[in-house]
């Protein structure tokens, strides 16, 4: 692809390392450019507009137009644009909003540790998890269960707690200390015959056997998305984390819900741990914590473990952790505002509302030659594509059929995201409409159909 010498084309292939992207294949593909938002559509610098399917990374959740956000970060830019929360200062935006939330969340939450992004708040729960413990007299306790197929970030400890390859590759992690047991996916993990109760169980007794093989004395904690996203869109099989808890529990080990997609309405309800019965010990939080307008990250916490941290600044004085952006002012405010707009136009009401027809719509799409499995809840779902519908069987990576899809839904004015096994993942604001979930599906459904010509051998 040429481009118009000090084109922002150029310029972009010239200066510009991108995140996620075929660094071999950009100079030939060229960037993208998006230049402004209006409800759930951004538009390019060609003027094409597009329905943002996946909520740019799972994150917009009240679109790209919201002048309410705008106005929130424009008051506090105007009174305060930087201050920080070192050494007993504060900022009001952050008070309030820990306060908001140790107020608003389900599980009994104590203390907000606030970070700029999701990685860094998994990060900063591998780092508590070891102060926790050393703290406690128990200075082996600092292993981490996580799962395959999990996303939990990218900094050296969140990809290592991170279980796809792509995120492993050539980075030397994960590093000492994290282990990973099997993905909950039942439509491709089940064995021959295997009922999924029978597949929860066999989980389960994984589960039990690595804590005893390790010993539990050194299994610090388990890290676990409610649903899992970036690895396929995997909603729990039934019995999943009520069996996994009380071992948990058994054993002393923290449960650890990553948030990070599934925490304010995706999945129907405030926290995914909410949909999904679960009791976690800690939270990580980002992404619509602030509807993806400002970089703000949270972690939670119980009274309990933080009387463990307050325990280590008796020993050591400082808590020797905190980031200059922790507590930022302007992304503090705009997520607070964020939270406000939640309740004021009574999101999760119409998260209940929308979501029958959006998994209505989703699971109609399993009807297709190409779609294996049609999954999701709430919000948030994804069809995976496989060349053999009897026998579950993907295609063959290198025809990237995932890919090709997203690409042809794009010509029809829609953006979703293509992950592993040729899966699509669709996870649009959560303001969008019924009119406007039909013509989504409308527009995937044609990017199928164009599939079925180019690669169906069925239809
Ligand atoms: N955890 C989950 C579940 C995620 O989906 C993501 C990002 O997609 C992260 C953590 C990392 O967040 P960030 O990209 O803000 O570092």
Same mark, same amino acid.
């Given at each position: 692809?040429?481009?118009?010498?000090?084109s922002?084309?150029?310029?972009?292939?010239?200066?510009?390392?991108?995140?996620?992207?075929?660094?071999a294949?950009?100079?030939?593909?060229?960037?993208?450019?998006?230049?402004?938002?209006?409800?759930?559509?951004?538009?390019?610098?060609?003027?094409?507009?597009?329905?943002?399917?996946?909520?740019?990374?799972?994150c917009?959740?009240?679109g790209?137009?919201?002048?309410?956000?705008?106005?929130?970060?424009l008051?506090?830019?105007?009174?305060?644009?930087?201050?920080?929360?070192?050494?007993?200062k504060?900022?009001?935006?952050?008070?309030?909003?820990?306060?908001?939330l140790?107020?608003k969340?389900?599980?009994?939450?104590?203390?907000?540790?606030?970070?700029?992004?999701?990685?860094?708040?998994?990060?900063?729960?591998?780092?508590?998890?070891?102060?926790?413990?050393n703290?406690r007299?128990?200075?082996?306790k600092?292993k981490?269960?996580?799962?395959?197929?999990a996303?939990?970030?990218?900094?050296?400890?969140?990809?290592?707690l991170?279980?796809l390859?792509?995120s492993?590759?050539a980075?030397d992690?994960?590093?000492?200390?994290?282990?990973?047991?099997?993905?909950?996916?039942y439509?491709?993990?089940?064995?021959?015959?295997?009922?999924?109760?029978?597949?929860?169980?066999?989980?389960?007794?994984?589960?039990?056997?690595?804590?005893?093989?390790?010993?539990?004395?050194t299994?610090g904690?388990?890290?676990?998305?409610?649903?899992?996203?970036?690895?396929?869109?995997?909603?729990?099989?039934?019995?999943y984390?009520?069996?996994?808890?009380?071992?948990?529990?058994?054993?002393?080990?923290?449960?650890?819900?990553?948030?990070?997609?599934?925490?304010?309405?995706?999945?129907?309800?405030m926290?995914?741990?909410?949909?999904?019965?679960?009791?976690?010990?800690?939270?990580?939080?980002?992404?619509?914590?602030?509807g +993806?307008?400002?970089?703000?990250? /949270?972690? =939670?916490?119980?009274?309990e $473990?933080?009387?463990? &941290? %307050?325990?280590?600044?008796r020993?050591y004085g400082?808590?020797?952790h905190?980031?200059?952006?922790?507590?930022?002012?302007?992304?503090?405010?705009?997520?607070?505002?964020?939270?406000?707009?939640?309740?004021?136009?009574?999101?999760?009401?119409?998260?209940?509302?929308i979501?029958?027809h959006?998994?209505a719509?989703?699971?109609?799409?399993?009807?297709h030659?190409?779609?294996?499995?049609a999954?999701?809840?709430?919000?948030?779902?994804?069809i995976?594509l496989?060349?053999d519908k009897a026998?579950?069987r993907?295609?063959?990576?290198?025809?990237?059929? +995932?890919?090709?899809?997203?690409? /042809?839904? =794009?010509?029809?004015?829609? $953006?979703?995201?293509? &992950? %592993?096994?040729?899966?699509i993942?669709?996870c649009?604001?959560?303001?969008?409409?019924d009119?406007?979930?039909?013509?989504?599906?409308?527009?995937?459904?044609?990017?199928?159909?164009?599939?079925?010509?180019?690669?169906?051998?069925n239809?």
């Amino acid at each position: 692809m040429k481009h118009i010498v000090n084109s922002p084309q150029a310029r972009d292939l010239r200066s510009h390392l991108h995140p996620f992207t075929n660094l071999a294949a950009h100079a030939e593909v060229g960037p993208n450019i998006f230049l402004r938002g209006d409800g759930i559509h951004v538009y390019d610098d060609a003027g094409r507009g597009y329905i943002e399917g996946l909520a740019g990374l799972w994150c917009a959740s009240l679109g790209f137009s919201e002048e309410r956000l705008v106005d929130a970060a424009l008051r506090q830019m105007k009174a305060l644009p930087f201050y920080h929360n070192f050494a007993h200062k504060a900022v009001e935006p952050a008070i309030e909003l820990a306060d908001y939330l140790v107020g608003k969340v389900s599980p009994p939450m104590g203390k907000v540790f606030f970070t700029n992004s999701g990685s860094e708040a998994n990060d900063t729960q591998v780092k508590l998890v070891r102060y926790y413990n050393n703290l406690r007299g128990r200075p082996e306790k600092k292993k981490i269960i996580a799962r395959r197929g999990a996303y939990h970030g990218i900094t050296l400890a969140a990809a290592s707690l991170t279980g796809l390859q792509y995120s492993h590759n050539a980075f030397d992690v994960p590093l000492p200390g994290f282990l990973h047991v099997t993905c909950p996916h039942y439509y491709h993990y089940a064995k021959e015959g295997e009922s999924e109760a029978e597949f929860v169980a066999r989980l389960v007794a994984e589960l039990e056997q690595l804590i005893e093989s390790e010993g539990p004395e050194t299994i610090g904690a388990f890290i676990a998305e409610p649903v899992m996203g970036a690895g396929g869109v995997f909603p729990p099989p039934p019995g999943y984390f009520e069996a996994i808890e009380p071992l948990l529990r058994k054993h002393d080990i923290l449960f650890i819900a990553d948030e990070v997609i599934t925490g304010f309405y995706r999945t129907g309800r405030m926290l995914g741990s909410d949909t999904c019965g679960i009791r976690p010990d800690m939270i990580s939080m980002a992404k619509a914590l602030s509807g +993806g307008y400002q970089p703000i990250g /949270a972690v =939670m916490i119980t009274d309990e $473990i933080h009387e463990v &941290l %307050v325990e280590g600044s008796r020993r050591y004085g400082l808590f020797g952790h905190g980031f200059t952006y922790s507590g930022h002012p302007v992304p503090a405010a705009v997520a607070l505002e964020t939270q406000r707009i939640y309740d004021a136009d009574a999101i999760e009401t119409h998260v209940g509302a929308i979501s029958p027809h959006f998994q209505a719509r989703l699971r109609s799409l399993g009807q297709h030659p190409l779609v294996g499995e049609a999954r999701g809840v709430g919000l948030i779902g994804a069809i995976e594509l496989v060349e053999d519908k009897a026998g579950r069987r993907n295609f063959d990576p290198g025809k990237k059929v +995932g890919p090709w899809v997203a690409q /042809a839904a =794009m010509e029809h004015g829609l $953006i979703v995201r293509a &992950l %592993v096994n040729d899966t699509i993942a669709i996870c649009p604001p959560l303001i969008v409409t019924d009119r406007q979930i039909d013509q989504l599906f409308d527009a995937l459904g044609a990017a199928l159909e164009d599939a079925q010509a180019a690669f169906g051998t069925n239809g």
